[in-house]
C-alpha cells in the first residue's frame, strides 16, 4: 500500500508552572496519540523565572494511522500563528501566551483556568500591582477562535487531583483532538499513578465544558463576607446595631483579622476606634467612602506584620499542609522545610515590653552585642523539632505584643492618623479621604517597612501646607501613588520639592 502524503501535524502548546502537572498532562496527550497508532512528540521549554518556573510543554501529533504515512519531521517549539490548542493553567498564562502570538482568531482553542497565582512584579510592586483580572480575560477571549474558561485549580483540588487532570478533561470535551472520552481515560489509567483521583478530576473538567458556555466574569469574583468565630458573635451583632449596613463586609472581616492576629479584646478595640468617626459623620454619608477606606486601612494597620506574627504563620498546621499538596508530598514522605531568618535588633528589641526594648536598643554593649549576633541570619528547618519549638517560642511573645515597644510606637501613629480623618472629615471630606488612604505606603517588616513609613510621614510633613487648598485632595493622591511606584523614593521626592516651591 503506497503511503500518503503527510498531513498536516495538530499544535499543542501546554503553559503551566512547577508542581501543576504540566509534564504529566503532555504525557498524558502523546500516550492518547500513540495508542490510537498515531505519529506524536512532545518538548519541553523550561523556564525558571517566572513564579515557580513556568514552562512551555509542545505537542505535535500527526493524524492518521503511522503505518499509512510517511515519517514526520515534528517542530520542536511553537512557532507564533501556527497552534491549534492552547491548554493554560492561569490566566496570566494564558495572556502571555496571547502576547506571543501563540493564540490566533482563524484557529487557536485556548483552554484557561481562570485562577491567579501573581508574578512577581505584581507581588513586588510597592501599591496594588494586580493585572486587571477582566482584561486579561478579555485578551485571551478576543485572540481565540474558542476560549474556554473555568476554574479548573478549584475542580481539582475538589476532586484530590492536581489541575493537569482537570485540564485534561477540559481539552477531551473541546473535540479539538480526533479521539472519544474513553481514550482520554485509558490513558491515564495507563499511567498507573493516581488512577482514581485523576480519573475523578477528568470528569470534573469535562463535565465543566458541559455545563454550557464559558461565563464572562466582568471583574474578579465578589468578596463575600469573611466566616465570623463564635466568640465573635456579640461584636458582629454590634457592626450591625451600630454602623451603616454597607460598611458589614468590610467590619466583619477587620473582626476577623484582629481576631486572628491577637485577640476578641483586640477586635472590639477596632470596632471602638472608628467610633469617633462614626459619630461625626452619621448618615451624612451615604456612599460611606470615607468610613470604609478608614475601616479597611486601619483593620491592616493594627495587624502590622512583626517578628511574632511571621512565627506564628510559618508553623500553622494549615501551612504545613498547603506545603505537602503544593508539592504532592503524599502521607508517607518526609518533607523538609526550611526558613530564612534574619530579624534586626530593632525588630528583636520591638517584640519586647516597651521599657526593655528602648534600654537594648539604647544600651552601648547589649545593641551592639545583639547586632553581631544576628548580622548573618539563620536557616530554621521548621519541619523538625528543634526548629518548630523555635518559632513557637518567637510567636508566644504575642501574649506580650499589647506592652510591646512596636506596639506603643504603632498606636501612636495610629491614634495620630484617625485623629487627622476625623479633624479633617468636616473641613475637606475629599481630602479625608485621601489621607485615610495613605497607609497603604506602610506595609511588611524590616527596610519594606521603615521605606514606606517615611514616604507615608513625608506627605504627612507637607499636609498643614496644602489644607485649605483647593486641589489637596488631588495633590495628596498624587504623592501617596509616587511613593508607590517607586521604592527609591525618587519621584516622591521630585513632587514634595514641586509643592515646596509653591508655597
Known amino acids: 500500500m503506497p503511503l500518503e502524503a503527510t498531513p498536516r501535524p495538530i499544535k499543542i502548546a501546554i503553559l503551566a508552572m512547577g508542581g501543576e502537572g504540566g509534564g504529566v498532562l503532555a504525557d498524558w496527550i502523546v500516550a492518547t496519540a500513540e495508542h490510537a497508532g498515531f505519529h506524536a512528540q512532545s518538548t519541553s521549554v523550561p523556564g525558571v523565572a517566572q513564579r515557580t518556573g513556568a514552562t512551555i510543554y509542545y505537542v505535535e501529533v500527526l493524524p492518521g494511522p503511522r503505518h ?20 493554560a493553567s492561569e490566566l496570566m498564562e494564558a495572556a502571555r501566551a496571547v502576547q506571543r502570538g501563540l493564540v490566533t482568531p482563524d484557529r487557536t482553542v485556548l483552554i484557561a483556568s481562570s485562577n491567579r497565582v501573581y508574578a512577581l512584579p505584581e507581588k513586588m510592586a510597592m501599591g496594588d500591582g494586580r493585572k486587571d483580572y477582566a482584561s486579561l480575560y478579555e485578551a485571551g477571549r478576543a485572540a481565540a477562535r474558542e476560549f474556554i474558561c473555568r476554574d479548573y485549580s478549584a475542580l481539582a483540588e475538589r476532586s484530590g487531583s492536581v489541575i493537569s487532570a482537570t485540564l485534561f478533561g477540559a481539552l477531551a470535551a473541546t473535540r479539538a483532538l480526533p479521539w472519544d472520552r474513553q481514550a482520554f481515560e485509558a490513558a491515564i489509567e495507563r499511567g498507573g499513578i493516581g488512577v482514581a483521583a485523576s480519573l475523578r478530576a477528568f470528569d470534573a473538567g469535562f463535565r465543566a465544558h458541559a455545563d454550557g458556555p464559558t461565563p464572562s466574569p466582568g471583574a474578579a469574583s465578589p468578596a463575600t463576607d469573611a466566616a465570623v468565630d463564635p466568640r465573635l458573635a456579640t461584636l458582629d451583632a454590634r457592626i450591625g446595631r451600630e454602623f451603616p449596613a454597607p460598611l458589614g463586609d468590610i467590619l466583619r472581616a477587620g473582626i476577623v483579622r484582629a481576631a486572628d492576629y491577637q485577640d476578641p479584646a483586640y477586635a472590639a478595640l477596632y470596632l471602638d476606634r472608628l467610633r469617633p468617626l462614626l459619630d461625626i459623620i452619621g448618615g451624612s454619608d451615604p456612599s460611606c467612602r470615607l468610613l470604609r477606606e478608614t475601616a479597611r486601612h486601619l483593620a491592616l494597620w493594627m495587624t502590622y506584620e512583626d517578628t511574632v506574627r511571621v512565627a506564628e504563620l510559618k508553623i500553622r498546621a494549615t501551612r504545613f499542609d498547603r506545603v505537602r499538596q503544593q508539592h504532592g508530598a503524599s502521607a508517607g514522605q518526609a518533607l523538609h522545610i526550611n526558613e530564612f531568618f534574619h530579624p534586626r535588633p530593632e525588630e528583636i528589641a520591638d517584640m519586647l515590653p516597651a521599657g526593655l526594648g528602648r534600654w537594648l536598643l539604647a544600651s552601648r554593649w547589649a545593641g551592639p552585642l ?76 524590616g527596610d519594606t517597612h521603615a521605606r514606606g513609613l517615611g514616604s507615608y510621614r513625608k506627605i504627612m510633613a507637607v499636609l498643614p501646607a496644602l489644607r485649605g487648598r483647593g486641589d489637596a485632595a488631588r495633590t495628596v493622591a498624587g504623592l501617596r501613588e509616587a511613593a508607590l511606584a517607586d521604592d527609591s523614593g525618587e519621584r516622591l521626592a521630585r513632587q514634595l520639592s514641586g509643592i515646596a516651591h509653591q508655597v
Open 68 to 87: 499509512r504515512t510517511r515519517a514526520p519531521v515534528l517542530g520542536l517549539m511553537p512557532v507564533p500563528g501556527d497552534v491549534d490548542v492552547v491548554i
Open 370 to 445: 545583639l547586632a553581631r549576633a544576628t548580622r548573618k541570619g539563620r536557616v530554621v528547618r521548621t519541619s523538625s523539632l528543634r526548629g518548630f519549638l523555635l518559632l513557637y517560642g518567637i510567636a508566644s511573645f504575642k501574649r506580650l505584643r499589647p506592652r510591646s515597644l512596636r506596639q506603643e510606637r504603632e498606636t501612636a501613629g495610629m491614634q495620630d492618623w484617625l485623629d487627622l480623618v476625623v479633624l479633617l472629615a468636616a473641613e475637606d471630606y475629599d481630602l479625608a479621604c485621601e489621607i485615610a488612604e495613605c497607609p497603604r505606603l506602610i506595609k511588611g517588616y
